[in-house]
């Protein structure tokens, strides 16, 4: 999926949707609750930009919807937020938990009421979602590996920056080894967590530096991270390295593969925008449209992984967003 001009597409989507139904409108307002984390690094700031960007858009074009976006710095006080929502009597709850063992309960007592529940990111322990969407994490690590193996010309050092030790990191990182132990001339000389922290990723990519003496490639899976990776290597006045591949698909470093650097050559799409995905649904899901020749309870929704390079870049950069 492309993903210029996305929020045209969500809303012709959400139109879509309500033509297929054939709904009838009711004179009430449908509540619908988005809750996230707070913008602790640079993909959750843009996760709360698309929910804002998603519901104006969305509230323009239907103005029998009422929308509440509320972030939380923490799962203490995400549940809260989830809690309030609920006594406001949302219709709908759209949430990427802060952290889905803390959230599970109070996403299931919402679930079990009948609110139409979309989980974005973060699965949950235990089913308790209408719809489950995400990007693809196992994919964001083969399209990075299977390019920069060929980047590399099947040869080289590397060094991997994890994120932050949940499922998903795993999933990135186990779909990225399968890949690299196809390719016996390839070394992983490490792999430590950077928690999807540019300072963290600068201190572990220090670490690096001082620790091995010939790096030809890293990959650190987060273009937060990747902020970190290319100051320490600016810094230490390193020349051996030649590829650093992030992900996510950040508008400052795919305005970096636009303008061709040098080192930064490619990303791999992530998009917070999947919360203005799950909002779409979500309204939908509110109306009673989601039914069962669309979408069986609990369903799930996997976007795809898409390679940026220098000759599509123009299609994912938002200049606007907040990631």
């Given amino acids: 999926?492309?993903?210029?001009?996305?929020?045209?597409?969500?809303?012709?989507?959400?139109?879509m949707l309500m033509t297929i139904a054939g709904a009838s409108f009711s004179a009430d307002k449908y509540r619908v609750g988005v809750s996230v984390p707070s913008a602790d690094h640079g993909w959750t700031a843009g996760l709360l930009w698309w929910a804002n960007k998603a519901t104006d858009e969305l509230s323009k074009k239907h103005d029998d919807v009422e929308f509440f976006v509320v972030a939380a710095s923490s799962g203490s006080?995400?549940?809260?937020?989830?809690?309030?929502?609920?006594?406001?009597?949302?219709?709908?709850?759209?949430?990427?938990?802060?952290?889905?063992?803390?959230?599970?309960?109070?996403?299931?007592?919402?679930?079990?009421?009948?609110?139409?529940?979309?989980?974005?990111?973060?699965?949950?322990?235990?089913s308790a979602q209408n719809l489950y969407i995400a990007g693809d994490n196992a994919g964001l690590g083969r399209v990075g590996?299977?390019?920069?193996?060929?980047?590399?010309?099947?040869?080289?050092?590397?060094?991997?920056?994890?994120?932050?030790?949940?499922?998903?990191?795993?999933?990135?990182?186990?779909?990225?080894?399968?890949?690299?132990?196809?390719?016996?001339?390839i070394k992983v000389l490490d792999s430590q967590p950077g928690d999807w922290s540019t300072q963290k990723a600068l201190a572990v990519m220090e670490n690096f530096l001082q620790k091995h003496p010939k790096i030809d490639a890293v990959w650190c899976q987060d273009d937060d991270m990747l902020k970190g990776v290319m100051q320490a290597i600016k810094e230490s006045g390193r020349t051996d390295i030649k590829t650093v591949l992030g992900g996510a698909g950040s508008k400052d470093i795919i305005k970096m593969v636009m303008d061709g650097d040098d080192v930064v050559r490619s990303t791999v799409t992530y998009s917070p925008s999947m919360v203005a995905d799950g909002i779409v649904f979500a309204v939908a899901g509110a109306k009673g449209e989601l039914v069962g020749s669309l979408y069986h309870a609990p369903s799930r929704v996997i976007l795809?992984?898409?390679?940026?390079?220098?000759?599509?870049?123009?299609?994912?950069y938002f200049p606007d967003a907040a990631f």
């Fill in 304 to 316: 795809e992984a898409e390679l940026v390079t220098p000759e599509n870049a123009k299609d994912f």
């Fill in 1 to 15: 999926m492309k993903y210029k001009n996305k929020i045209m597409k969500i809303v012709a989507a959400a139109a």
């Fill in 77 to 126: 006080k995400q549940v809260g937020d989830v809690e309030d929502l609920m006594i406001k009597g949302i219709d709908a709850l759209v949430i990427l938990p802060h952290n889905p063992a803390t959230l599970q309960k109070v996403i299931e007592e919402a679930f079990n009421s009948g609110i139409y529940t979309v989980v974005v990111d973060r699965e949950l322990g235990t």
């Fill in 145 to 185: 590996a299977e390019w920069l193996a060929e980047e590399m010309n099947g040869k080289g050092n590397i060094v991997v920056i994890e994120g932050l030790q949940i499922p998903i990191n795993k999933q990135r990182v186990d779909a990225f080894n399968e890949v690299m132990a196809n390719h016996s001339n």
